[in-house]
């Protein structure tokens, strides 16, 4: 039992910030219908920023929110320099420059910062807590709490303002919101912006776990990814259970099968579930029109 | 004798039932007509009997033979072939490229040959090409054989999906609204096309709005409303019905029908 | 058809010429081994152009199967004592059996869903080959021997650059052959509109398959023919990253143009030698590079070049 709470507790830490790049995944997709694969490098940058500005004496607090500020802004620059001007262009072509972004982002954060790998304090101490037998670093409260205040208030945006709902209508069909007079290209920006700062978030969050260096985005993004695919593309809530049940699977399958093969598991699982589920486990069947 | 059969077939979308209970027949050389306003389920019958969409609920006959449920290009193997209301033409390839595709199933297609270009796969090239082009040529577009199909004009594209769905020989033909789009004397070139082909002993079964068109041509007129059939007879029975009057001819088309 | 003959004999020329010419202009043996370093990319790129070129479907995890090749005849003769040619052929033959294999049900998804059980497919690979150390040497990767045919020693940077320059020469034959076949136009078909295609009487599954597979065994030719040459081969090879870089090769020079993936790949390969004299800035300026040219030559480099000659030339 406690080695079963053990693996739970991890999994859903790891599958939180799956969850939240998946949750960025989804923005910008449903936005724009760009998958982004540069969204691991908002995660990176969010723990490099925090990483160094608390390095240059800088209050944990406020160096987190330099690092949400600065990955925002890479956020929009990425849309306003990137994607913007390469407007019509085909879905592969516009992987294609996200993932030159992202090439581009790790050399930066390889230069301004460093190759080496880094760790932030634990928020509030090292010492576990003990919960039936198991051991639960309190950082993990700290990415499932903020993972759940994120998820809220993304919630409440979407569904209680005006600017939400525009993304929403934006999502939908992005000629009719334009036709109604919503200004598509600020919605963009707008995705793009706030899944940038939810991709930091996950990044402040969690390195006081995992460690963080210029190169971690890779692996993060593809895992976001899968998880996207595995709630249905475009589909947040899917996002936000694609992420957990993908941490939850490589925790377990970690534990019990392979631990040198925890990141084949997501894959698998992913395979398998297309292989299925052609639309992933909440997308929509839809009959294509002919 | 009947070639093409569809009995009660039913297909619905997200609760809406597109398709209720239709049946319908052809045989060989004849000419069944589909009418019905827009919305009323014409094309997505043709996505059924032809094996795009799966019926909810019907059976489909090819010359004696189940088919319900079999894929498109199963269908295509066993004589059916068609056309599409909203261009399905290959936008990248030329005119006369879309037709030799046509003739896919009357080609010999082994990987290896193709790979290495034997003389054999050259020869069967050129046969292809020379029968894309006559095809090309009886629905006037010879002209245009080298023109990427991309760039041709919406008329000639619904007469290049003629050709192609011509291409494969078959023993059915379904059209949807192969006029739409085209002049006066294109329409009038269409009409005798589509004769031809009945005379050859092919099977049409033709969507079209041009009630001109469908009065002059039909053996058979089918009026669909809502998904359900309405009544079913010869031209002249459809056109005095005053169900269809009603239902559909009861705007413009009373008009053109009374011309007809 | 005429035109078309034409350029696919300008394509074949082209290419000879260029692989014949270029070590007159060579300086160093340096050159020779970069640019065998683009024939046999270039050979991938070509393959991979017939998947998503020609067929339209994306692979994001092509890299599989040229580790797959280059592992074939690292641990085929060092482990089984395989002869090394036959390592290659077993090679090829694994990447065909498993393309066809996981093909039928990944083909069957479009898109993104397409794209991420492609990556999907070739993470898993790459970490098999990762993980298995005992085989494969794990991270740090293995060493290969060299390749014999019939008592000849294959070595020496001169030599590897004629052997590739020839088997990309083949490649590029083949690709081009097939365009003008009722496969080639399948292909084509089924990217434009699978519903049409279907509806005369193409197997749309099979035709996509049949492109999985070629495009396969020309990646495990490619990674055969790196790994022989290099004489040592890494898990990198297989990995996320050069399926990325093969895709944008190919996306590069111009989906559905061979002479684009060729170009693409040639340009993929020569830049960050290039660009190694900016050291630290290289992947910056790499990525740089690719977004730029996207934005600028969306429909890939050799269409976006042929487009405007003719337009000059019309005018
Ligand atoms: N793939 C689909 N998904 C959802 N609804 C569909 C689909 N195809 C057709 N429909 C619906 O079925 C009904 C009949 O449409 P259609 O067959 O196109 O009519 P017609 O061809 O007679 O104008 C319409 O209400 C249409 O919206
Ligand atoms: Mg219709």
Redesign the interface.
Known sequence: MAEFLQFLFSGLTVGAVYALVALGFTLIYNASGVVNFAQGEFVMLGGMVTVFAAAAGIPLLLAALIAIAAAVAIGLLLHRLAIEPARGASAVTLIIITIGASILLRGLAAIVFDKQFHKLPAFTGDTPIDIMGAAVQPQSFWVLGGTAVVVLALYVFLEHTITGKAVLATAANRLAARLVGINTTTIMALAFGGSAAIGAIAGILVTPITLTSYDVGTLLALKGFAAAMLGGMGNPVGAVVGGLLLGLLEAFGAGYLSSTYKDAFAFLVILIVLFAAPQGLFGRRVVERV | MIILEATDIGIS?GGVKAVDGVSFSVGPGQILSIIGPNGAGK?TLF?VV????TAGRGAIRLSGEDVTGL???R???RG???T?Q?L??????TA??NV???R??R???S?LP????TPS?TR??RE??AAALALLEDVGLKDAA?IPAGSLPYGACKRLEIA??L??EPRVLLLDEPAAGCNAVETEEIDHLIRQVADRGVAVVLVEHDMKLVMKISDRILVLERGRPLVEGTPREVRDDPRVLEAYLGQHGAREAARA | MRVLANQRFLTLAILAVVIAVLPFVFPSSYYFRVASLVWVSALAAVGLNILMGQAGQVSLGHAAFFGIGAYAVAIGPAHLGIPSWAALLIGALLSAVLAYLVGRPILRLKGHYLAIATLGLGVLVALVITTESSWTGGPDGMPVERLTLFGWRVSGSSTWYWVTGGLLLVGTWIALNLDETPTGRAFRALHDSEVAAQVVGVDVARFKLQAFVIAAVYASLAGSALAFMNGFINPDQAGFLHSVELVTMVVLGGLGSVLGSIVGAAVLITLPQALTVFQEYEHLLLGLIIIVAMIFMRNGIVPSLSSLLVRKARS
Do not use: W
């Open positions: 979308f094309t996505n032809s094996g795009v969409y894929a498109p290009h269908l295509a193997e059916l072939s068609r599409f909203n399905q033409i290959f936008q990248r390839m006369c490229e030799m595709v046509g896919h199933l080609e010999r297609c990987l193709a790979l290495f270009r796969v069967q090239n292809t090409r080298d192609r769905a291409a494969a």
